[in-house]
């Protein structure tokens, strides 16, 4: 039957509670009943005057903005505003009532600039979050899987400059260098002066892009990606999918030189496995995970040699005799240990001047083959790769910690810097990875939600007991 609707009914007036309004499955009375966040003015009380002043807004309020914002995939505080202004679940979850007015746009980002820039209060938030699923026995970190996404800066790829600057040590240079020189002194080499710079060169300095809109961004440009400034999030996630730690760098810094940030703040997990792909695959890498008896779970990794000619894997290293065998059966002997911790391995040439097989070889008079002081960790992992426990663990990478960033980037809009500088882009990261983890909870508790244990410690006294890992 054909029937009007009667647009009279806009303007009856109905006594009605604003929690009637709410859907009851709605996900922000899930997530209020998950998460107490009365906790946050415990947190920046301080830095509030308590007896003079005008009123301030509830930081748990702005909390709570933020929150929405990340939680819908709103793409400014703006537009977040607008919505919490018609949207009666996004007032309930504030506290507001149906006629309260909702805070300017302009607010948070004043109170951050004035009272929590440099307080790690969201990090505290991400911590919290992620205890509750440690309470509740929610993670599986018998296999951790690292990796890296780039996040597009908020910066004009041409409006830049070039800038001259000193090469940064690496972390382990110290650890190396005291390997390099037992192994030379243990040869009858003179060992390296520790005031040298890397090779041995007087110029230990290099050419950057620098962008002028944001100079804490770094030039990308991998593959067929278009050059941009970008930031490198390296994230770490449990099987489980629950993202554990973050860190953020350059989008210019490598995977394995940001290693150390994501690792540093994971190590406290007990873990049996660690998942990465090709680019974590150095010797510094295996062999500090191998050391921490962490299982190293690592890909193959394409040589570095000119198509045509014999790859690395096909000279046959004597372990006994501290050698090289050639595939035509010529020896190649130890010669030294550069600084850069390669061991150099050299032919004679008189045996490479009539060899039939040099063409495959090297163009060279001689060929020279260069070992790690750490090799026999990467091959260690490389045996890893080969087992059962190795190829399982690599495959569900794809289903982990890829799957991670496309939900950030697809349903939390993560793909693009929303602020300028690294502060604030780990706000965003840190926020983002916060909303995915809260509904990671509630999806896994499900019905159990109401039953959920609430009385949890401060972050400040909050202990992770770190367990004796399993031998490899």
Same mark, same amino acid.
């Given at each position: 039957?054909?029937?009007?609707?009667?647009?009279?009914k806009?303007?009856?007036?109905?006594?009605?509670?604003?929690?009637?309004?709410? @859907?009851?499955?709605?996900?922000?009375?899930?997530?209020?009943?998950?998460?107490?966040?009365?906790?946050?003015?415990?947190?920046?009380?301080?830095?509030?005057?308590?007896?003079?002043?005008?009123?301030?807004?509830?930081?748990?309020?702005?909390?709570?903005?933020?929150?929405?914002?990340? +939680?819908? &995939?709103?793409?400014? +505080?703006r537009?977040?505003?607008?919505?919490?202004?018609?949207n009666?679940?996004?007032?309930?979850?504030l &506290?507001?009532?149906?006629?309260?007015?909702?805070?300017h746009?302009?607010?948070?980002?004043?109170?951050?600039?004035?009272?929590?820039? &440099?307080? &790690?209060?969201?990090?505290?938030? /991400?911590?919290?979050?992620?205890?509750?699923?440690i309470?509740?026995?929610?993670?599986?970190?018998?296999?951790?899987?690292?990796?890296?996404?780039?996040?597009?800066?908020?910066?004009?790829?041409?409006?830049?400059?070039?800038?001259?600057?000193?090469?940064?040590?690496?972390q382990?240079?110290?650890?190396?260098?005291?390997?390099?020189?037992?192994?030379?002194?243990?040869?009858?080499?003179?060992?390296?002066?520790?005031?040298?710079?890397?090779?041995?060169?007087?110029?230990n300095?290099?050419?950057?892009?620098?962008?002028?809109?944001? @100079?804490e961004?770094?030039?990308f440009?991998?593959?067929?990606?278009?050059?941009?400034?970008?930031?490198?999030?390296?994230?770490?996630?449990?099987?489980?999918? /629950?993202?554990?730690?973050?860190?953020?760098?350059?989008?210019?810094?490598?995977?394995?030189?940001?290693?150390?940030?994501?690792?540093?703040?994971?190590?406290k997990?007990?873990?049996?496995?660690?998942?990465?792909?090709?680019?974590?695959?150095?010797?510094?890498?295996?062999?500090?995970? $191998?050391?921490?008896?962490?299982? @190293?779970?690592?890909?193959?990794?394409? @040589?570095?040699?000119?198509?045509?000619?014999?790859?690395?894997?096909?000279?046959?290293?004597?372990?006994? /005799?501290?050698?090289? $065998?050639?595939?035509?059966?010529?020896?190649?002997?130890?010669?030294?240990?550069?600084?850069?911790?390669?061991?150099?391995?050299?032919?004679?040439?008189?045996?490479?001047?009539?060899?039939v097989?040099?063409?495959?070889?090297?163009?060279?008079?001689?060929?020279?083959?260069?070992?790690?002081?750490?090799?026999d960790?990467?091959?260690?992992?490389?045996?890893?790769?080969?087992?059962?426990?190795?190829?399982i663990?690599?495959?569900?990478?794809?289903?982990? $910690?890829?799957?991670?960033?496309?939900?950030?980037?697809?349903?939390?809009?993560?793909?693009?810097?929303?602020?300028?500088?690294?502060?604030?882009?780990?706000?965003?990261?840190? +926020?983002?990875?916060?909303? +995915?983890?809260?509904?990671?909870?509630?999806?896994?508790?499900?019905?159990?939600?109401?039953?959920?244990?609430?009385?949890?410690?401060?972050?400040?006294?909050?202990?992770?007991?770190? /367990?004796?890992?399993?031998?490899?």
């Amino acid at each position: 039957m054909f029937t009007t609707l009667n647009k009279d009914k806009r303007k009856q007036v109905k006594f009605l509670c604003l929690d009637d309004l709410v @859907p009851k499955d709605h996900l922000l009375r899930k997530v209020e009943k998950l998460i107490d966040f009365s906790f946050v003015r415990d947190e920046v009380k301080h830095l509030y005057c308590l007896d003079n002043g005008r009123p301030c807004i509830d930081p748990e309020v702005l909390v709570k903005l933020v929150l929405i914002n990340y +939680m819908f &995939g709103l793409n400014s +505080m703006r537009r977040t505003i607008r919505e919490c202004t018609v949207n009666t679940a996004y007032r309930w979850f504030l &506290g507001y009532d149906i006629d309260d007015r909702i805070p300017h746009f302009s607010t948070f980002g004043k109170n951050y600039k004035r009272k929590f820039e &440099g307080t &790690g209060l969201f990090e505290k938030i /991400f911590e919290r979050v992620l205890n509750i699923a440690i309470q509740n026995n929610l993670l599986d970190t018998e296999a951790v899987f690292v990796d890296g996404t780039h996040v597009k800066a908020n910066a004009n790829t041409k409006r830049n400059y070039q800038v001259r600057i000193q090469k940064e040590a690496k972390q382990y240079n110290k650890e190396l260098l005291k390997e390099i020189n037992e192994e030379r002194e243990q040869n009858g080499k003179k060992p390296f002066d520790d005031n040298l710079p890397k090779g041995g060169h007087s110029d230990n300095t290099k050419n950057i892009t620098v962008s002028k809109t944001d @100079p804490e961004s770094g030039l990308f440009h991998k593959g067929e990606h278009k050059r941009c400034f970008a930031y490198n999030v390296q994230t770490a996630c449990d099987g489980n999918n /629950f993202v554990l730690g973050v860190h953020i760098e350059k989008g210019n810094v490598h995977d394995s030189k940001a290693f150390d940030g994501i690792y540093k703040k994971i190590k406290k997990y007990k873990m049996n496995a660690l998942v990465m792909d090709a680019g974590y695959k150095t010797p510094y890498i295996c062999k500090t995970l $191998i050391d921490d008896k962490i299982t @190293p779970i690592l890909p193959y990794k394409r @040589p570095m040699t000119k198509k045509g000619y014999f790859k690395k894997y096909e000279y046959v290293y004597d372990e006994y /005799f501290n050698q090289y $065998i050639c595939p035509n059966g010529e020896l190649l002997d130890y010669k030294t240990t550069n600084r850069e911790g390669y061991k150099e391995y050299k032919s004679n040439r008189k045996d490479c001047k009539d060899c039939v097989e040099k063409e495959f070889c090297t163009v060279s008079p001689q060929k020279t083959i260069a070992r790690h002081v750490w090799e026999d960790y990467m091959e260690k992992a490389e045996h890893i790769r080969h087992t059962d426990y190795g190829k399982i663990l690599y495959k569900l990478r794809a289903e982990k $910690i890829e799957r991670v960033f496309a939900d950030a980037k697809e349903k939390h809009n993560l793909r693009y810097a929303r602020h300028i500088g690294k502060k604030k882009i780990e706000i965003q990261v840190l +926020m983002t990875y916060t909303c +995915m983890n809260i509904k990671k909870i509630i999806k896994m508790l499900g019905n159990n939600l109401d039953n959920l244990n609430k009385k949890l410690y401060s972050l400040l006294k909050i202990r992770i007991f770190v /367990f004796n890992f399993n031998k490899i």
